[in-house]
């Protein structure tokens, strides 16, 4: 039913079952990098809470698995807190819902928009802390106040750099990825020793860095892509576009498919181009991120408990269905 249809009684009925529902596989992937359903089947559970709390709002409630990031439960790490939370992402399943964004961002007094688009990269989100140009800190975001302690297990990583050549003091965050090839090799051996094979590249990079023995994590090929500064004074930039290529002159690997655009028809042409490339890269995406390019913009337009008003992510259709669309296509 539609939930302009429901009665509260219905509504609260099913907000209950959802909450436990995506709480518990919230817990599986977040936890226990073991998922047992699809991405899609969650976001669509997701969205129903959304709506149903949208239309509801006495039903809303801050123990609501929509009021939170992530999952924080018992783990073999020490659990460290941030400095500043690391937030989760809003997302659409469309470009229409993604121009409606825009033009609510516009309402909001952000006059002649600037937009960096980049790919969103299907792995887990990291900080890393320099104090100095030195490594000192590495960690997950956890439940976005507290994460968990991977020091250790980034200092394996060949892409993260221990020492910058400027003595800085920053910290950044980007995503950790196992590439593509490393996920398939690492299945086929843990398939013939008979452990578990993980579900996908992302809880396979999950479960490898979020490691007690960081020699473990050595052993597995992760990598790493960074692009967000929290404090970017440091930086001396005022975009994030300039954020980026200053990331990887600091010596940072960066996503090089980024792009400032400024129209609807470069917003869909990038959609697209990157729909139709995705199976092509040698990591995974799960969908593009447009950002508010001018970074005092962004902190302008602020946070919710849960998600920066200043980016959005549109999401990939699930492969099985683009598959089958691509199929129906070959035989119409
Ligand atoms: P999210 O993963 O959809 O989006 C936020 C994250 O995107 C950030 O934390 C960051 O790590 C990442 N990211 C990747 N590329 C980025 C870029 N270029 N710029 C900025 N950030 C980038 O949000 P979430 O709250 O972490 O997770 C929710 C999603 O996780 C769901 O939509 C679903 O797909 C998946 N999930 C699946 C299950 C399951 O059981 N299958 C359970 C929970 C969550």
Same mark, same amino acid.
């Given at each position: 039913?539609? @939930?302009?249809?429901?009665?509260?009684?219905?509504?609260?009925?099913?907000? #209950?079952?959802?909450?436990?529902?995506?709480?518990?596989?919230?817990?599986?992937?977040?936890?226990?990098?073991?998922?047992?359903?699809?991405?899609?089947?969650? $976001?669509?559970?997701?969205?129903?809470?959304?709506?149903?709390?949208?239309?509801?709002?006495?039903?809303?409630?801050? *123990?609501?698995?929509?009021?939170?990031?992530?999952?924080?439960?018992?783990?073999?790490?020490?659990?460290?807190?941030?400095?500043?939370?690391?937030?989760?992402?809003? *997302?659409?399943?469309?470009?229409? #819902?993604?121009?409606?964004?825009?033009?609510?961002?516009?309402?909001?007094?952000?006059?002649?928009?600037?937009?960096?688009?980049?790919?969103?990269?299907?792995?887990?989100?990291?900080?890393?802390?320099?104090?100095?140009?030195?490594? =000192?800190?590495?960690?997950?975001?956890?439940?976005?106040?507290?994460? #968990?302690?991977?020091? +250790?297990?980034?200092?394996?990583?060949?892409?993260?750099?221990?020492?910058?050549?400027?003595?800085?003091?920053?910290?950044?965050?980007?995503?950790?990825?196992?590439?593509?090839?490393?996920?398939? +090799?690492?299945?086929?051996?843990?398939?013939?020793?008979?452990?578990?094979?993980?579900?996908?590249?992302?809880?396979?990079?999950?479960?490898?860095?979020?490691?007690?023995?960081?020699?473990?994590?050595?052993?597995?090929?992760?990598?790493?892509?960074?692009?967000?500064?929290? *404090?970017?004074?440091?930086?001396?930039?005022?975009?994030?576009?300039?954020?980026?290529?200053?990331?990887?002159?600091?010596?940072?690997?960066?996503?090089?498919?980024?792009?400032?655009?400024?129209?609807? #028809?470069?917003?869909?042409?990038?959609?697209?181009?990157?729909?139709?490339?995705?199976? $092509?890269?040698?990591?995974?995406? *799960?969908?593009? =991120?447009? +950002? @508010?390019? $001018?970074?005092?913009?962004? @902190?302008?337009?602020?946070?919710?408990?849960?998600?920066?008003?200043?980016?959005?992510?549109?999401?990939?259709?699930?492969?099985?269905?683009?598959?089958? =669309?691509? $199929?129906?296509?070959?035989? =119409?």
């Amino acid at each position: 039913l539609p @939930v302009t249809e429901l009665t509260i009684e219905q509504a609260q009925a099913e907000i #209950e079952t959802l909450r436990q529902q995506v709480t518990q596989w919230g817990t599986e992937y977040y936890q226990n990098d073991q998922p047992t359903v699809e991405d899609f089947v969650y $976001d669509q559970a997701y969205q129903r809470l959304l709506a149903l709390e949208a239309q509801f709002p006495v039903l809303q409630s801050q *123990d609501s698995p929509t009021q939170q990031v992530g999952a924080l439960g018992e783990t073999v790490l020490t659990k460290v807190p941030h400095e500043q939370p690391m937030l989760s992402m809003g *997302d659409v399943f469309s470009t229409e #819902e993604l121009f409606a964004f825009n033009d609510r961002l516009q309402k909001n007094g952000l006059d002649q928009p600037e937009y960096n688009l980049e790919l969103k990269i299907d792995g887990l989100a990291i900080s890393l802390v320099y104090e100095n140009g030195q490594l =000192v800190q590495g960690s997950t975001r956890g439940n976005g106040q507290i994460g #968990e302690d991977i020091t +250790k297990n980034v200092r394996m990583i060949k892409s993260v750099p221990t020492q910058l050549p400027e003595p800085l003091s920053i910290e950044v965050r980007g995503e950790c990825y196992m590439p593509k090839q490393a996920f398939v +090799k690492l299945n086929q051996q843990r398939e013939s020793d008979g452990l578990p094979v993980f579900a996908n590249p992302r809880n396979a990079a999950a479960g490898s860095l979020r490691q007690l023995d960081a020699k473990i994590t050595g052993r597995r090929e992760l990598s790493t892509f960074i692009y967000y500064v929290p *404090d970017y004074e440091t930086l001396g930039v005022t975009t994030q576009s300039a954020a980026l290529a200053r990331l990887k002159d600091l010596g940072f690997q960066i996503n090089e498919h980024y792009q400032v655009v400024q129209t609807a #028809e470069q917003i869909q042409a990038y959609i697209d181009q990157y729909t139709a490339q995705r199976n $092509d890269l040698e990591y995974g995406i *799960d969908g593009i =991120v447009e +950002k @508010v390019n $001018d970074l005092g913009m962004q @902190v302008e337009l602020g946070n919710t408990v849960k998600v920066p008003r200043w980016e959005i992510a549109y999401k990939f259709p699930p492969e099985e269905a683009a598959t089958i =669309v691509r $199929d129906i296509e070959w035989t =119409v």
